[in-house]
């Protein structure tokens, strides 16, 4: 049974429009984290939530911001999409010592 | 901080063969250290993960990794591969009082030949 959901699995958007991408979790964690994997590269943290408690890495760009309205969704907004930004995003939750991952959400820019 | 240096970034290898897929890291404090696999279009599963005690950890698909304190490494083997395991491999550090905020080297790509 899948425990980290991610919607939608593939999303093409437009230079500039706006896109959402979500994750949700069945597993009552109350950590969650947004990594962006480009290609052929390792994930690279962008936020992590500890409950309500958001955490923005320092080299985060303003242009991704997140949202998380209860324990089980999380949501990672991109405001103006650049080809740059083309990557796989993956959500993922933690329960020491374990993170578990969603299946992720590869995003192209046209 | 902490760092993570996967020495491979593709390693071949014919079918029923063993394997050794190299991760050095450096860190100033404690980690716990972890290996996770991605195959294509996919996220990342855990293959296995040393916290403390033994140092040789057996992880799922017939996977081990043993941590090496004084070298600073966490190998991935199996003594035998399948085609299956074709996939990029992923290891992982965490400083053992931050959670798990994970630290990840660049990945190997496996590539098991027939």
């Known amino acids: 049974d899948a425990m980290v959901i991610q919607n939608p699995r593939y999303q093409v958007t437009q230079f500039g429009k706006p896109v959402t991408l979500s994750c949700s979790q069945t597993l009552n964690h109350n950590v969650m984290y947004w990594y962006q994997q480009k290609s052929s590269q390792a994930p690279k943290l962008l936020f992590h939530y500890y409950d309500k408690d958001f955490n923005n890495e320092a080299d985060t760009p303003d242009n991704f911001q997140s949202r998380r309205p209860n324990t089980s969704f999380c949501f990672l907004d991109i405001r103006s999409p650049g080809l740059g930004d083309a990557a796989m995003y993956l959500c993922a939750t933690s329960r020491w010592p374990e993170a578990f991952f969603g299946q992720g959400t590869r995003l192209t820019v046209v | 901080a902490q760092s993570v240096t996967q020495l491979d970034s593709q390693v071949p290898v014919f079918e029923e063969a063993p394997v050794e897929l190299r991760c050095n890291y450096s860190?100033?404090?404690?980690?716990?250290l972890f290996w996770y696999v991605q195959y294509p279009n996919q996220g990342l599963q855990l293959l296995l993960k040393?916290?403390?005690?033994?140092?040789l950890v057996k992880g799922i698909n017939g996977f081990e990794a043993e941590f090496n304190k004084s070298q600073t490494s966490f190998h991935l083997r199996k003594p035998s591969v399948h085609i299956s395991d074709t996939a990029e491999y992923f290891c992982a550090v965490s400083p053992w009082n931050a959670g798990n905020m994970l630290t990840f080297g660049g990945g190997t790509r496996l590539m098991v030949k027939p």
């Open positions: 860190s100033s404090v404690s980690v716990y």
């Open positions: 040393y916290l403390s005690g033994s140092t």
